[in-house]
């Protein structure tokens, strides 16, 4: 099983300012990552996959990098509806065995 | 624009057998990656595992043995099973439409459209 770890765990950042959210892969997964947003009581929203292509209607100031087992997801300046949990999922093996990361928190400063 | 709803139990006893039901509007089921992934309260995802529409399945190896994923294209729908249940089994159960991506080879799903998700208590 690929082992995918998140930091930090949560992350305190003001409004306005620039998010930076990490995802380590326990072995390489290619460029097959993507990057999920969940919001209290919903389910959660595909922001990147490819590690990173936005999906369709995510706004530009998304945008995620890396390859292989260091992956970087990027917030440039905040907004309030970006406070939330986001995971990073890996769909890189067969036969498939697709795991998440525990997630980053991403609070108001 | 495609939706996804859940529907069955929400309580189900220990031993018993969870079910769960799809219904995909907005578009067809025919082509695409159809999968169950779950969150237990206050905790992370785990996929369950997907049908592809033509029914071939692929299931996490952990619930393997107790999982199984059934298709119905006339009715748009995808359903779940999961038996003898236990108070681990507890979560918020999602379904999802996956997407393909095939890179050196290897081809993995990514989940693009989330029905709202039901939670599903094992409990006497």
């Known amino acids: 099983e690929i082992v995918m770890t998140q930091s930090p765990a949560t992350l305190s950042v003001s409004p306005g300012e620039r998010a930076t959210l990490s995802c380590r892969a326990s072995q390489s997964v290619s460029s097959n990552l993507a990057w999920y947003q969940q919001k209290p009581g919903q389910a959660p929203r595909l922001l990147i996959y490819g590690a990173s292509t936005r999906a369709t209607g995510i706004p530009a100031r998304f945008s995620g990098s890396g390859s292989g087992t260091e992956f970087t997801l990027t917030i440039s300046s905040l907004q309030s509806e970006d406070f939330a949990v986001y995971y990073c999922?890996?769909?890189?093996?067969?036969?498939?065995?697709?795991?998440f990361g525990q997630g980053t928190k991403l609070e108001i400063k | 624009q495609v939706q996804l709803q859940e529907s069955g139990p929400g309580l189900v006893k220990p031993s018993e057998t969870l079910s769960l039901t799809c219904t995909v509007s907005?578009?067809?089921?025919?082509?695409?990656?159809w999968s169950w992934i779950r969150q237990p309260p206050g905790k992370g995802l785990e996929w369950i595992g997907y049908?592809?529409?033509?029914?071939?399945?692929n299931y996490n190896p952990s619930l393997k043995s107790r999982v199984t994923i059934s298709v119905d294209t006339s009715k748009n729908q995808f359903s779940l099973k999961l038996s003898s249940v236990t108070a681990a089994d507890t979560a918020v159960y999602y379904c999802?439409?996956?997407?393909?991506?095939?890179?050196?080879?290897?081809?993995?799903?990514?989940?693009?459209?989330w029905g709202q998700g039901t939670l599903v208590t094992v409990s006497s």
């Open positions: 999802a439409r996956g997407l393909p991506s095939v890179v050196r080879g290897v081809m993995g799903i990514y989940f693009d459209y």
């Open positions: 907005g578009g067809s089921i025919s082509s695409y990656y």
């Open positions: 999922q890996q769909y890189n093996n067969w036969p498939p065995l697709y795991t």
């Open positions: 049908i592809y529409y033509s029914g071939s399945t």
